[in-house]
């Protein structure tokens, strides 16, 4: 009888183990997988983008996806930088086909529309052309949209242009002082401008030397620790006045996973964007 229980607790104990083998296996592929996608979708972005310092992270609610429904990317056009930064409606692998339309739109459109108010009416345009024909295949997909910050910066002048598109307003940090940019008549959720005509008109602000301008996406803001208070951005952000775009975006990861202690509810993303003196030529 020893000997009978000894080998059925050994059989046990093997079974066990090839389980955890080959589940550690699965992850390993999935993380694989996971990395392989978000270095496709969401391309790194450069330090710097002519006279901009440049600093983003994104943060996947998710944690073994590794990528979601947040996005954004640059686009180095003559004389000015255009950045976008969007939220999908949902979060996780869901969102993520709808997050690569908008993506690859940006990225070919930001290069041939002159006027930023033109190049957003195109993305709602696209976007909605593309989910129309993803109601065929996908029911769910009939309801999405996309919420998006689109900001252009001159390189010769001191101001920023911003459509804002049922986003959360950018952030100006200036001193001491953190002030959103608020658009005087914000747009509806690409994906949805059938439902409200609209020029997309982009408001001006004004972005100095040494300024930086955040751009983050609604899982930084709701945010919550464990007695269910939100993130509290603007007031984080004024305590690190004077830091640049990148270390202000460390600060700003590392404080954002402690409050909510490791694990967000929701996808989220940051880029920072740091004007520096215009030097004489800039690529």
């Not at 990317?73 to 003559?78: G, M, V």
């Not at 976008?84 to 529309?113: M, P």
Request: hydrophobic content about 45%.
């Amino acid at each position: 009888m020893q000997i009978l229980a000894l080998l059925v607790v050994t059989a046990v104990i093997a079974v066990f183990v090839a389980l955890r083998e080959r589940q550690q296996r699965e992850m390993t592929q999935v993380r694989s997988v996971s990395e392989a996608v978000q270095r496709v979708l969401l391309r790194p972005l450069p330090p710097r983008l002519g006279p901009l310092r440049v600093a983003s992270v994104y943060l996947a609610a998710e944690a073994e996806a590794q990528v979601g429904g947040d996005l954004f990317a640059a686009a180095r056009t003559e004389g000015q930088t255009r950045v976008i930064v969007g939220d999908v409606r949902g979060k996780g692998l869901s969102s993520v086909s709808d997050a690569a339309l908008l993506l690859g739109a940006f990225r070919e459109a930001a290069h041939q529309h002159a006027d930023l108010s033109a190049l957003s009416l195109y993305l709602e345009q696209s976007v909605s052309r593309d989910l129309v024909e993803l109601t065929e295949t996908d029911q769910g997909s009939e309801e999405d949209f996309i919420t998006a910050a689109i900001v252009e910066i001159p390189d010769d002048q001191a101001v920023v242009r911003v459509v804002n598109c049922g986003h959360p307003p950018p952030l100006l940090v200036r001193g001491r002082s953190v002030t959103p940019l608020r658009a005087e008549q914000p747009e509806t959720p690409l994906g949805l401008g059938a439902f409200a005509a609209s020029d997309y008109r982009a408001d001006t602000f004004p972005l100095e030397d040494d300024d930086v301008l955040l751009l983050y996406t609604d899982g930084v803001i709701e945010a919550r620790n464990a007695a269910g208070v939100f993130y509290p951005l603007a007031e984080r952000l004024t305590a690190w006045t004077g830091d640049d775009a990148e270390t202000l975006v460390r600060r700003l990861k590392d404080d954002l996973l402690a409050h909510s202690g490791g694990s967000l509810g929701d996808d989220a993303a940051v880029v920072a964007l740091q004007r520096t003196p215009t030097p004489s030529h800039i690529p």
